[in-house]
């Protein structure tokens, strides 16, 4: 019966959006070869429910719409804040993204191939890409000095929600061909 318990409370801590009772029990049944029903699951549930409302639990586990969820007690939400507020300074330069918009584009690329399109020296902001791991070592270039070669990391797709540097924006999608320099004289 633990047993039992102990994977309904991983289930739900495992699904993003929550689950429903009859999901939960669906589960169990084709996973753990069981015949069980849907208030045998509500009665775990409940068991699980009261040991997160317990006050040495950061979690409670609620329902919304019929599925439930853990979430994290209000009284920890003032320091959830934070580090929300901690984690959006860490946002990209415009530097940052210059290079970041350069490797997309030209992967795999070194370092001087960036600064050289870019004009300036680009140490700080390919650090900071591989930090927040957007782009990655891919190998060594084979020419002199075996530089290293950087493209984007699987982070940077899921991040734009993009399959592969295929689906990003052609320059023929991004520039428009009315803008011109200067006055048109005709």
Known sequence: MKDILLNIEALIFASEEGLSANDIKHILQDELLININKDEVLKFIDQIKSKYD??????????????????????YHDVINQMQAHRDRKKLSQS????????????PITKLEVEQIRGVNCDYSIQRLLEKDLIKIVGKAETIGKPLLYATSETFMNHFGINSVKDLPQLKDIINEENSIGEIIE
């Open 54 to 75: 317990s006050e040495d639990q950061v979690f409670s586990l609620k329902t919304f719409n019929n599925k439930y969820v853990f979430l994290t007690k209000e009284s």
């Open 96 to 107: 940052g993204l210059e290079t970041l918009a350069i490797i997309a584009y030209r992967q």
